[in-house]
Structure formats: C-alpha cells, structure tokens
C-alpha cells in the first residue's frame, strides 16, 4: 500500500510544471519550486558562511532559474520572503501563498500539525514539540510532532524554527545540519518583534 501512495504522489508531482527561483538571503541562497497551483519546495542551500551573514543582505537580486514566466504564487513567495527578512513585521500583513505539496494536501498528522503551527504560532513566538502535539490534539505525539517538522517542504512559511524543546533549548534544523540559522531566525524574530 505504502508503494501506491508514493507512486500517486509522484504522478501528482509530475503533472505540475514546476519553476525554481533563487534569491539571496542572509541565511544563503533561497531556491523556491512551485508550480501555477502554489509551493511546492522551499530550500535553504546554506551557501554563506555564518560569519558573512547579515541582515543586509541583497534581497532585491531574484533569479529565475526557469525561462517561462513566474506563476503568481512564486511571486507572492518571493515577496513575502524578502518582507520576512527585510522588513519581518509586515510579513505577517501579506497573504502566503498556496501551498500545493503533497504533504500539505490530505488529511495526515503531519499536515495537521504543519497547519496548527503555522495558524498558532507568530512571528516572534515558540512552542515545544510537546506544546504543539497538545495542540494538534495528540498530546503523546511529540516525536511524530518532529518528524513532521523534518518533512515541512516549505520551512520559513510554515514556521518549523519556532518549535523549541521543552527545556528551552532551539532543537535541530535541518536534520542538525542548520541548527546555527535556527537560532539565527529566532533572533531574527525576537530583535524584530521589540523594534
């Protein structure tokens, strides 16, 4: 059965004509996938060293990595994120784009979950894996809590980095390989908020 269903999902994957963007950002090279129908993939490439980081970054610097013309749910992506990371208080203002993932379609704990935190959690705000199993409504859930955070195809739109442990230590990002841009956006969030 498991078969089936990852076969479904690539059928669904490969009927969409996907567009890759790149933009700069001060955590690395952002590339967004996503097709007519909304994002499919958001993936933080980490091409910058922690040291060359800064919010200067030029975000203005788009490139698109697909000749054809961007869909306009691309475009709200790319706008909302370099709101995020330029000016993050009036990210919260602009509309998300669809979504249009297969993790993020269908009624699985994983997009459950991925949904309770992006509509619970704001910008500025975290909650433990615990805390957020409790609000999904399965309190005994927490590592399925983090084996959804490993699978959200759209981190920064879908808030992953805001979910902390319990003891108030940040938790790994990116399987522990961006544990560093985790604290980075959570400080991001914190400075921002106080402005």
Excluded at 9 to 36: A, D
Excluded at 42 to 51: G, K, S
Excluded at 155 to 181: E, F
Aim: charged residues 25%.
């Amino acid at each position: 059965m498991r078969g089936r269903g990852s076969k479904m999902k690539k059928q669904r994957e490969s009927q969409c004509t996907q567009k890759t963007i790149s933009l700069p950002s001060p955590l690395g090279t952002i590339q967004v996938s996503g097709c007519e129908n909304g994002v499919h993939t958001i993936q933080i490439l980490m091409d910058v060293a922690p040291a060359e980081r800064s919010d200067e970054s030029p975000l203005s610097r788009v490139v698109n990595d697909s000749p054809a013309e961007t869909s306009p749910e691309l475009q709200r992506c790319v706008e909302w994120l370099q709101a995020y990371f330029s000016e993050p208080r009036t990210a919260g203002s602009l509309l998300l784009p669809a979504f249009h993932h297969p993790a993020l379609q269908g009624d699985t704990f994983t997009s459950h979950v991925l949904k309770v935190l992006l509509r619970d959690v704001k910008f500025g705000e975290t909650v433990s894996y615990k805390r957020l199993a409790e609000m999904a409504g399965n309190p005994r859930a927490v590592q399925a809590v983090g084996g959804a955070m490993r699978r959200n195809p759209v981190p920064l739109l879908i808030p992953c980095h805001r979910v902390i442990s319990s003891s108030g230590q940040s938790g790994a990002y990116m399987s522990g390989k961006g544990d560093h841009l985790k604290q980075w956006l959570l400080t991001h969030e914190r400075q921002r908020k106080e402005d």
